[in-house]
């Protein structure tokens, strides 16, 4: 494995260091980053902790940093208002300051938790992310959204706060649950999709995970390059950053219909994709090989290609779809693999195709 790095322009600017071992030099690349900071206040899971937590921490401590590690319950359950509350306090008692720094070691639950928590304490401190899942590392570590979930919906309470470093250790990757990984592996398969061909043809020739993480660190870097691309140009996402929504909608109904327990963001976001294809070839914009082609990537993976889910759950989805305003929405297809093309007409005849195609 060999190591970059990648720049960031939204926010004040930052690097993305894909390195293997990087959390060993945690201390180091943040004492670089963040000069003034005395404290560190790591975020981490009951899972993440216990394994990577003293190594990330010695290695700050190495640096002269005050280190309080704060531990939260695995599962996106522990993104929620009460673990916020309980963050802030934790924040204050260990008597932060402005110019101090918060870090967020774990995947995208804690990694949206740190963010939000960061960027309300004391109006904003800067935040270091260190993500250990696949998705956290080609998504959501990179761009700034930060999100709590609340009883009546996910990710309904957030900022935009860009991090100031991100480090991402591919090693870390190799203690995640089967599951976990190839629920990551849909968010690359997406970037392939929507942006570069021959890399969804270098991921269809690399079917297991073992093969995959032979070239983790192209692929890690090649999803966080098209990643900055889009944020760079729309960093609060009002508009070409819908982009990276391919395949989410529909993902969404999924996850709805199983209650974002029976399929995982990436299981749901996979089937999502496959459906969009199909949709786009109904529409005339999709060439009529695509779903076949992302299919056959996906299902080599492990992931389901297909959902089934009550037609309720896809009205809803599109009812409330960030990319909808009024009686329009706009649809997230692709015209060929790496070629997408938003298409935005009426609510009501995207429902009525879908539900002929779906057969309801
Ligand atoms: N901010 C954004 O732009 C953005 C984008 C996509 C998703 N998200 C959010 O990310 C969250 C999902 O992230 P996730 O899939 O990383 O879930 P997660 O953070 O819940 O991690 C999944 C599981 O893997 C465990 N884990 C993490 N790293 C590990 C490691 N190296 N070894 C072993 N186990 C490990 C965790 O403890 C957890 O049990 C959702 O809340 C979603 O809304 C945010």
């Not at 280190?67 to 509350?85: D, F, M, N, W, Y």
């Not at 938790?113 to 250990?132: C, E, F, K, M, N």
Request: with cysteine; proline share 4%.
């Amino acid at each position: 494995m060999d190591a970059k790095t990648l720049h960031v322009d939204a926010g004040g600017g930052y690097d993305i260091v894909i390195e293997p071992g990087v959390l060993d030099r945690a201390g180091e690349l943040v004492k670089a980053t963040l000069p003034r900071a005395k404290k560190i206040f790591v975020l981490t899971d009951s899972n993440v902790g216990p394994v990577y937590g003293p190594r990330f921490v010695a290695s700050l401590e190495t640096r002269g940093f005050m280190v309080r590690t704060h531990v939260i319950p695995a599962g996106e359950t522990s993104k929620c208002a009460a673990s916020l509350v309980e963050i802030w306090s934790a924040m204050a008692a260990f008597g932060m300051t402005r110019t101090d720094g918060v870090a967020a070691l774990g995947g995208g639950v804690v990694g949206d938790l740190a963010g939000l928590a960061a960027s309300t304490i004391l109006r904003g401190v800067d935040l270091v992310q260190a993500p250990t899942t696949l998705l956290s590392q080609v998504d959501s570590s990179v761009g700034g959204k930060t999100a709590i979930d609340l009883p009546e919906g996910k990710n309904l309470v957030g900022t935009f706060y860009q991090p100031r470093l991100v480090l991402m250790d591919p090693e870390v990757l190799s203690t995640l649950p089967t599951d976990v990984f190839m629920s990551g592996m849909a968010e690359v398969v997406k970037y392939g999709c929507i942006w570069d061909r021959e890399f969804f043809d270098f991921l269809a020739a690399r079917p297991t995970r073992e093969a995959l993480m032979a070239y983790i660190t192209h692929i890690l870097y090649t999803c966080c390059d098209i990643k900055r691309k889009v944020v760079n140009e729309d960093e609060h996402d009002t508009g070409l950053r819908m982009i990276l929504n391919f395949g989410h909608t529909l993902g969404h109904a999924y996850e709805l219909a199983g209650d974002y327990v029976k399929w995982s963001h990436g299981q749901a976001v996979a089937a999502g994709m496959v459906t969009a294809a199909n949709l786009g070839v109904e529409l005339g914009v999709t060439a009529p090989d695509v779903p076949g082609k992302i299919k056959g990537v996906l299902a080599s993976l492990g992931l389901p290609t297909e959902i089934s889910c009550g037609f309720e759950h896809i009205e809803k989805a599109v009812g409330v779809d960030k990319k909808s305003s009024g009686d329009f929405v706009t649809l997230i297809l692709i015209e060929d693999i790496g070629k997408v093309k938003p298409l935005k007409i009426q609510k009501s005849d995207a429902l009525e195709l879908l539900s002929r195609m779906l057969g309801r």
